[in-house]
């Protein structure tokens, strides 16, 4: 009797490996690498979980800066990359890493600074002039200095400004994510470009405030692209495609549409109907 049921509780132990093993060969997952204000914000908590049960497919996150999400999907370490950084992403495409671009959604960003402003910017809403008046009092000012979305657009406003930046006394570069940053500004109490949904989901503030906001080049669109399964045939086409046109859904549209802190809608989607 005894051997009997050893025998029984061996069967029902490789049964139910048997089962594991198949239901675990069978979850799907895609790898997405993305930017640190997404992750960061909290989007990704919020959205992910949804698509999730919805689709069965689990979404990994790699949070970089934009340029490291674009060079992860140029390595073919990634199913699908979703970044803010038009130029560099329209590049990507054209260099055959995703056959198409799509804009999910937009927010923008903001110029953080010191209550105090010894720059003299608050109010205002020309960036040009703010990062003229910043470079001309030689103020403290944070630069995220790695790649990302928010490190190429502020680069663009130091150049519309004619200032040629390098790191000395009052520019520092950090080498981080908008979060890491931002901790630095706060302790320099320096000002800082932020992407405006980082900075409403940002405990650490100190003295910090939003100084300037409003101009349109202040703009950030975001956008979606599968990573060419042409050039990557591990890349997971089936999976990846229906992640992409989940999010650019109604459904999913409206679903970033409702992550709100404080109140406050982060992200508006503008996918193309």
């Not at 979606?224 to 999913?252: C, R, Y």
């Amino acid at each position: 009797m005894k051997f009997s049921l050893n025998r029984l509780m061996a069967s029902s132990i490789a049964a139910l490996m048997l089962i594991s093993s198949s239901a675990y060969a069978q979850e799907k997952s895609i790898v997405l690498s993305s930017t640190t204000s997404t992750e960061q914000s909290g989007l990704f908590g919020f959205i992910l979980p949804i698509f999730k049960m919805k689709s069965g497919i689990d979404v990994k996150v790699v949070a970089v800066g934009t340029g490291q999400a674009l060079d992860i999907g140029r390595r073919g370490d990634a199913d699908v990359v979703f970044v803010h950084d038009k130029p560099a992403e329209e590049k990507f495409v054209a260099e055959g890493f995703a056959t198409k671009r799509t804009e999910v959604m937009y927010n923008d960003f903001v110029l953080i600074g010191p209550k105090s402003d010894p720059a003299k910017i608050g109010g205002g809403k020309d960036i040009k002039v703010a990062f003229q008046k910043i470079a001309t009092a030689q103020a403290p000012f944070v630069s995220r200095g790695d790649k990302s979305g928010t490190h190429a657009a502020e680069l663009r406003y130091w150049k519309d400004a004619a200032v040629t930046v390098a790191p000395s006394a009052w520019y520092k570069e950090t080498g981080s994510g908008m979060g890491p940053a931002l901790n630095t500004a706060s302790a320099m109490n320096g000002y800082i470009l932020a992407d405006r949904a980082t900075w409403l989901s940002f405990k650490n503030r100190g003295d910090l405030t939003i100084l300037v906001q409003g101009d349109p080049k202040l703009f950030n669109q975001y956008g979606v692209m599968l990573v060419s399964p042409t050039k990557f045939p591990h890349v997971k086409k089936a999976e990846g495609q229906e992640f992409i046109d989940w999010i650019t859904s109604k459904n999913g549209q409206d679903v970033i549409a409702s992550y709100q802190i404080g109140g406050e809608q982060l992200f508006f989607p503008n996918a193309k109907k």
